[in-house]
């Protein structure tokens, strides 16, 4: 499938974009997930990536959407050094527009003074991040219902100075006032994993 670019935006999130995003979010854990998750933690991260979530963690940092034409197709967030609930449509995924997102979130961060970039990657995500230079820190989990447990990755990256590269030139960012950062504390905070498969 040829993937025009210059169609999609990377813009930031908008209260009103909250309804869309939740759908896309869970119609992608829905589509990804089983086959490398148990119900019960499939039914963790519907609940966890709630609309109350998404809408919090959107005002603590800053969330950047792929819009066409008003329709929402991928998402992801940085909340002081770390990059939360990467997820790219499933009829997306493959185009590069995961790579895309992470490039603007990463570019954001060195803009911020953040020099080593956290995340939590789910089972699906993992070779997506591999293959974008981040590193496996430590295997986790976390307990779930019925004994079971959902199994996630602490990954990191150094961020270097970063540069626009061809490849992103199509893609147009739209213009965004400053927005507070604010660190997080890591412990006691369950993954916020992303899609597989969204480069």
């Not at 086959?35 to 959107?58: K, N, P, Q, V, W």
């Not at 079971?148 to 961020?159: G, T, V, Y």
Request: net charge positive.
């Amino acid at each position: 499938m040829t993937t025009r670019m210059a169609e999609f935006t990377i813009r930031k999130f908008k209260e009103t974009d909250l309804p869309a995003l939740t759908a896309l979010i869970h119609k992608t854990i829905g589509a990804c997930y089983p086959g490398h998750y148990c119900r019960e933690a499939i039914h963790f991260f519907l609940r966890y990536h709630s609309e109350d979530t998404i809408l919090e963690d959107a005002r603590a940092g800053c969330t950047l959407v792929l819009d066409r034409a008003g329709r929402v197709f991928g998402t992801g967030t940085l909340i002081g050094d770390e990059i939360q609930r990467l997820f790219v449509d499933p009829v997306r995924q493959g185009e590069g527009f995961g790579r895309h997102l992470m490039q603007h979130l990463e570019r954001a961060a060195v803009q911020h003074g953040i020099r080593t970039i956290q995340l939590d990657a789910s089972l699906p995500a993992k070779p997506f991040y591999d293959r974008i230079g981040y590193v496996t820190i430590t295997a986790a989990s976390l307990p779930v219902e019925n004994g079971r447990r959902l199994d996630f990755f602490k990954m990191q990256k150094i961020l270097r100075q970063c540069v626009r590269s061809p490849r992103d030139l199509p893609l147009r960012v739209a213009s965004s006032r400053p927005q507070a950062w604010a660190m997080v504390p890591r412990t006691g905070n369950p993954p916020s994993p992303s899609t597989a498969g969204s480069a």
